[in-house]
């Protein structure tokens, strides 16, 4: 595998994301997290270790050589992001469990890519931010 290989999946996982939000598939989460902001966030809190097994046995399955577990998102920053980015719609804040994994060769980290567009596998994306082949001018991934 070459980096174009990894792209062209990048753009075909972006695709299927936004081609199931056409479609009238949700990006936000279920009304069943919670009716309010702290709801969600203690459901977030609840799952939390769950959530983290099942993306950390994913990626270290596909290759991943690191798997670190993120802090939850707190209260404050989740309201911030619900007003800022969601026009206060709190269910559209995604990430409030969050991870990263290091992958050392691009044919690992496209593996994954490549399984996450499986609709069967483990891990539904519900959005993607590709910034391997659209980082930010600041350099930022």
């Given at each position: 595998n ?12 972006f695709?299927?994301v936004?081609?199931a939000a056409?479609?009238?598939t949700?990006l ?8 309010s ?5 203690a ?11 099942v ?22 920053r989740?309201i911030?992001?619900?007003?800022n ?7 559209k ?20 890519v490549?399984?996450l567009?499986?609709?069967s596998?483990?891990?539904v ?10 980082p930010l001018?600041?350099?930022y991934?």
């Amino acid at each position: 595998n070459d980096p174009q290989t990894l792209y062209e999946n990048l753009r075909a996982l972006f695709e299927v994301v936004r081609a199931a939000a056409e479609g009238g598939t949700t990006l936000a989460h279920p009304e069943s997290v919670g009716s309010s902001v702290e709801a969600m966030l203690a459901t977030a809190v609840k799952y939390n270790d769950q959530i983290h097994r099942v993306v950390s046995s994913f990626v270290m399955s596909m290759g991943a050589r690191e798997y670190s577990e993120g802090p939850t998102k707190t209260l404050p920053r989740i309201i911030e992001k619900k007003d800022n980015d969601y026009g206060g719609d709190f269910l559209k804040v995604v990430d409030v469990v969050r991870s990263s994994a290091v992958f050392h060769s691009l044919l690992e980290l496209n593996a994954a890519v490549v399984a996450l567009m499986d609709p069967s596998g483990p891990i539904v994306v519900v959005r993607i931010k590709d910034r391997i082949s659209t980082p930010l001018d600041s350099g930022y991934r």
